[in-house]
């Protein structure tokens, strides 16, 4: 589990592509720190496991699914990648609960400062936007955000200057591919309500009167 907390920013060594999957060498530092291998370190916000480790660097193996769901399949040397390693069991939950797996891909649509803040606006699949709500969490490319504003097809963050700084975020152009991991529990609360994604809509007992009557939500 992570938090979308970047540590730091590291840079792709080199992509070793097979058929199907692919092998991905990352230049890094601090999360190399106290890392074995078997550990998990988040990618652009994808969980990667460490199969190999240098002092300057670690590979882990990518998926069919990862690379089909994720901008790593555009990945090539000299990329710069988001880093997180795997929260630990005494660490600061500074960010909000992040899985490192990728629900799919958005497209930067709008870059604007507004005083000393950002705002981006990124499109993404009515399958993804489903699960974004206003003042929500949501992870861009690893980076745990709040979400300012909700439209039909796109949402938008407004992301202060230190993120921008040290995030790949800073560097990011219209039209740019972002890695977008929606919040866990939206989905939770979706199959147990018999939502879309439920299978079981008439043995569920949770229903939104349920959640309201209990506190969890509220109207409008």
Known sequence: MFTGIVEETGTVASVRKGINSAVLT??????????????SIA??????????LSDSSFSADV???????????SAVSGTAVNLERAMAADGRFGGHIVSGHIDGTGTITDI??????IWYTVSADSSLMRYIV??????VDGISLTVA????????????????????????KTG??????????AKYVEKLTGGQSGTQKNESRISRDFLMRNGFMTEG
């Open 63 to 73: 998926m069919h699914e990862t690379l089909d769901r994720s901008s790593l399949k």
């Open 176 to 185: 740019d591919t972002v890695n977008l991991e929606n919040d866990i529990i």
């Open 112 to 117: 604007r400062r507004d005083d000393n803040a």
């Open 43 to 52: 990618v652009n916000g994808v969980c990667l496991t460490v199969t190999a």
């Open 149 to 172: 504003r909700v439209g039909r097809e796109d949402f938008s963050v407004s992301v202060i200057p230190h993120t921008a700084r040290h995030t790949i975020l800073g560097n990011k």
């Open 134 to 139: 206003e003042k929500g969490s949501i992870a």
């Open 26 to 39: 990352v230049y890094a530092k601090k999360v190399l720190e106290g890392t074995k291998l078997g550990d």
